[in-house]
């Protein structure tokens, strides 16, 4: 069963690199398709999301980790969780077309807090000792 969620684990974590790729995309997000496209990606990634927690939390409960490398990993996916939840606002507006509402700029940074986070959480799971 570890193995299988590791397998499950690793596929996730390479379709989460979409959140690193993700800053960098949204400027184009004033675009609708683009918008919309990203949208369904960002829903899509927080599916993803939930799996790779679930599947880390099974493998962290059958290994032996430190009290704080579990703390600073949870945090750092709460992080994950509560920017990709909050970039969805902004990704409707732009999908309605309201570009000069600011939804830009909060996507802009909602998603830059959420790759930044993804970057950190990769540092920790290619080092955890």
């Known amino acids: 069963m570890y193995q299988a969620m590791y397998v499950i684990h690793v596929l996730s974590a390479l379709v989460l690199i979409f959140y690193i790729l993700l800053p960098f995309l949204a400027g184009g997000a004033a675009n609708r398709s683009t918008a919309i496209a990203l949208s369904r990606g960002n829903r899509i990634g927080q599916y993803i999301l939930v799996l790779a927690f679930l599947s880390g939390g099974y493998m962290v409960s059958k ?4 009290i704080p490398w579990m703390v600073i990993a949870v945090v ?18 732009l999908v309605k077309g309201d570009t000069a509402g600011g939804a830009l700029r909060k996507l ?3 998603t ?11 540092a920790m799971m290619l080092g955890p000792k």
Do not use: Q
């Open 63 to 66: 290994a032996e980790y430190s």
């Open 112 to 122: 830059l807090i959420s790759g930044v986070s993804y970057v950190l959480l990769l």
């Open 76 to 93: 750092l996916v709460l992080v994950m969780f509560a920017m990709t939840g909050m970039a969805s606002k902004p990704f409707k507006a």
């Open 108 to 110: 802009r940074v909602f």
